[in-house]
């Protein structure tokens, strides 16, 4: 465990970089909880998991719009979220690019959907950098401060190892059923 410890402190900064490309929720949370231990330094985690991600939906965005023939042929297996994307954009506008950020399965999604549009991309890229910036304060700053309680919480799965398989699958339900619902309608 102390050697696992020890290799997220070295190369921690870089594995939150390249996770916060596609998403990052967990590894931002991770460095806010590593933060709260004086492990790593939270305003320099925040920074790297904000311009990460605001580089990652940037990227998708720009792909998708440059080829989109290409992405099309990989979209086939998602019409459905990618259609549930375009109807948030429709409903909520502009706020999905906000939403999205903490959306699972659609945050990855929502980027490709507004390439495939017509969508300003200078305004999708201020948007975007203002909920990047958002959601790495949020997240960063939620898990530093709630640092002690999941450290305290791991303690006590740390003697009840029976715990963990049961949280892991209350929580891949709990997402499988919001996630089918809200696709559903």
Same mark, same amino acid.
């Not at 099309?72 to 999205?100: P, T």
């Not at 959907?113 to 700053?141: P, Q």
């Not at 999941?150 to 006590?156: D, K, P």
């Not at 009840?160 to 809200?182: E, Q």
């Given at each position: =465990?102390?050697?696992?410890?020890?290799n997220?402190?070295?190369?921690?900064?870089i594995?939150? %970089?390249?996770?916060s490309?596609?998403?990052? %929720? %967990?590894?931002?949370?991770a460095?806010? !909880?590593l +933060? +709260? =231990?004086?492990k790593? @330094?939270?305003?320099l985690? =925040?920074?790297?998991?904000?311009?990460?991600?605001?580089?990652g @939906? /940037?990227?998708? &965005?720009?792909?998708?719009? %440059?080829?989109?023939h290409?992405m099309?042929?990989?979209?086939?297996?998602?019409?459905? *979220?990618?259609?549930?994307?375009?109807?948030l =954009? *429709?409903?909520?506008?502009?706020? !999905?690019?906000?939403?999205? $950020?903490?959306?699972?399965?659609? $945050?990855?999604? !929502?980027? #490709?959907? #507004?390439?495939?549009?017509?969508? @300003?991309?200078?305004?999708?890229a201020?948007?975007? &950098?203002?909920? +990047?910036? &958002?959601w790495?304060?949020v997240?960063?700053?939620?898990?530093?401060?709630g640092?002690?309680? !999941?450290? +305290? /919480?791991?303690?006590?799965? *740390?003697?009840?190892?029976w715990?963990?398989?049961l949280?892991g699958? &209350?929580?891949?339900?709990?997402?499988?059923?919001?996630?089918s619902?809200?696709?559903?309608?």
């Amino acid at each position: =465990m102390h050697e696992i410890l020890e290799n997220l402190i070295t190369y921690g900064y870089i594995i939150l %970089f390249f996770y916060s490309l596609g998403g990052g %929720f %967990f590894a931002l949370a991770a460095a806010g !909880v590593l +933060s +709260s =231990m004086g492990k790593m @330094d939270l305003s320099l985690s =925040m920074a790297v998991a904000f311009a990460s991600n605001f580089i990652g @939906d /940037m990227a998708l &965005l720009l792909f998708t719009r %440059f080829n989109k023939h290409t992405m099309m042929e990989y979209l086939r297996k998602h019409r459905r *979220k990618l259609a549930y994307s375009h109807l948030l =954009m *429709k409903r909520y506008g502009a706020w !999905v690019i906000f939403l999205q $950020k903490y959306i699972y399965g659609v $945050k990855t999604l !929502v980027p #490709i959907a #507004i390439g495939l549009t017509r969508y @300003d991309t200078m305004k999708f890229a201020i948007l975007n &950098l203002l909920a +990047s910036a &958002l959601w790495a304060v949020v997240v960063g700053g939620a898990s530093y401060l709630g640092g002690k309680a !999941v450290l +305290s /919480m791991l303690e006590h799965i *740390k003697e009840n190892p029976w715990i963990m398989p049961l949280i892991g699958v &209350l929580i891949i339900s709990a997402l499988a059923f919001v996630i089918s619902r809200a696709v559903r309608k």
